[in-house]
């Protein structure tokens, strides 16, 4: 019997990377809640599951893109795990290496082996397959799938227990916010002393301050006003509250992590959890009384 794919979350970024799983010739079976977003798939030749189980009675290997750990841990545990086919299941969401731990324990327990690969790099390396991949779990599995994860990108491999990609990813996914956050003080501070926003920005780039933000969305998506980076401030809010919330647990102090948590909660709170993270210079700009724009 030829191996069969699952995946799970037709997103904005699992749309694209189930795609690219499609294009490379795999037998591929998809669900989505919704049935629009599951079209554009079946139209390419994927099989549609009608359930989460259903696609763990149809598939060998799952992927899972979903928002939220809850929504992984109930689709994982109560819905795919069920299946009579799978063996093994990866969740490409960031869901925290808490959730990781208790899936993988609870899959454990019926035979199935769990792998944590969360992926950074936006909707741009989804569909041009260049994001970075942060696996873990145990090595045999990851060596039967190693080839599969790399139609999404580049693969670093982070260790046997279940977690440490999460940990990787949220460390990642802090730093980005936090880059967010005080570029937008900083740069919101230099135009309302009256500096071009493109001069202020080719400077910084040129010097010791550059980083993600002033590189990528300042340019993209805060100068032009459009606020579309294409990350919700609601995801942003819940990875950073995750990774926080896990270095305190382990005991790691994270007093700036702390306050880029505040900065997301006051955007959150504002412009809602569907708007886009880059939001957050938003919020500066009205406390100071200023645009940057070009």
Not at 139 to 144: E, K, L, T
Not at 196 to 206: E, F, G, K, R, T
Not at 269 to 279: E, H, I, L, M, V
Request: aromatic share 6%; charged share 20%.
């Amino acid at each position: 019997m030829n191996q069969v794919i699952g995946f799970v979350g037709l997103g904005r970024m699992g749309g694209p990377m189930s795609g690219r799983l499609l294009a490379a010739g795999n037998a591929l079976c998809v669900f989505d809640n919704s049935a629009a977003a599951m079209a554009p798939m079946k139209d390419a030749g994927a099989d549609t599951a009608a359930s989460p189980e259903d696609i763990g009675n149809k598939a060998d290997v799952v992927f899972v893109s979903l928002p939220t750990p809850d929504v992984v841990e109930n689709v994982v545990l109560n819905g795919i795990g069920k299946g009579q086919r799978v063996k093994t299941v990866i969740d490409l969401s960031t869901s925290g290496p808490g959730m990781a731990g208790r899936v993988s324990s609870g899959l454990e327990k019926r035979g199935i082996a769990w792998i944590d690969a969360p992926v950074s790099g936006g909707i741009a390396g989804a569909k041009g397959g260049t994001l970075a991949v942060m696996a873990s779990g145990p090595r045999p599995a990851f060596d039967q799938v190693e080839g599969l994860l790399k139609n999404f990108g580049k693969i670093f491999f982070v260790g046997e227990k279940a977690g440490l990609g999460q940990v990787a990813k949220l460390a990642n996914n802090l730093l980005a916010a936090a880059a967010m956050a005080v570029s937008s003080e900083a740069m919101v501070m230099g135009v309302k002393a009256g500096i071009d926003p493109h001069v202020l920005l080719d400077i910084i780039n040129a010097g010791s301050g550059r980083n993600s933000a002033t590189q990528d969305k300042f340019p993209r998506s805060i100068l032009p006003g459009t606020f579309d980076f294409g990350f919700a401030t609601g995801l942003s809010y819940k990875d950073v509250r995750l990774c926080v919330d896990e270095a305190e647990s382990m005991g790691v102090p994270m007093v700036v992590g702390a306050v880029v948590r505040q900065m997301l909660a006051v955007t959150n709170a504002k412009y809602g959890p569907a708007s886009d993270f880059t939001s957050m210079a938003r919020v500066i700009e009205e406390w100071a009384g200023v645009e940057v724009r070009g």
